[in-house]
């Protein structure tokens, strides 16, 4: 396929109906332009001509998602929105400045916060189910937690919370 100002402008036009749907990794949406079948080097010029004019970063991308990621519905912890960056072909390194960034901007216990949040209707649900027991409602909410990405440590502290708040007499903390 020879290079040609319409081939350029088809390609460009494709990734910018591509980016007016969600937004996309640079890696993204080479991945997507190659597999609709435009050349290799025609779609490294058109993502760096796209870079060039602000409209594709990987960056503002990963920092956008973590925020939506850490603070939606369905939030998630530090390992899991680092190992989607890296599934959406976010650089590992932009990856981590991002995750950085957001965290650092929400606060120390903004993670905390979400998992938080995510505990307590997990919680809910778990002791809404008949002869639910609180140590194993317990483990449940942990794996669940971690399933999240959320660390031990705030996967423990969030089980204590929502169990001390919910009232529960029996000791679900693990200590014989």
């Not at 932009?94 to 979400?114: F, I």
Request: glycine content about 8%; charged content about 35%.
């Amino acid at each position: 396929m020879r290079l040609t100002r319409e081939v350029f402008d088809e390609c460009r036009e494709r990734a910018l109906s591509l980016l007016d749907r969600r937004a996309h990794s640079v890696g993204q949406l080479r991945a997507k332009l190659l597999k609709r079948g435009f050349a290799e080097a025609l779609v490294a010029l058109v993502t760096d001509d796209l870079c060039r004019a602000g409209l594709l970063d990987d960056q503002q991308f990963a920092v956008a998602f973590c925020e939506e990621r850490l603070q939606g519905s369905n939030p998630a912890g530090r390992r899991r929105l680092k190992a989607e960056l890296l599934r959406r072909q976010v650089p590992a390194e932009l990856a981590e400045e991002a995750l950085r960034a957001v965290l650092d901007e929400a606060g120390a216990d903004s993670e905390y916060a979400s998992a938080l949040e995510a505990g307590r209707r997990k919680w809910s649900a778990l002791r809404a189910r008949p002869g639910s027991a609180p140590r194993q409602d317990r483990d449940r909410l942990l794996r669940f937690l971690a399933g999240r990405g959320f660390s031990a440590e705030i996967g423990y502290r969030v089980a204590a919370a929502v169990a001390a708040g919910a009232g529960d007499d029996d000791d679900i903390t693990g200590a014989e």
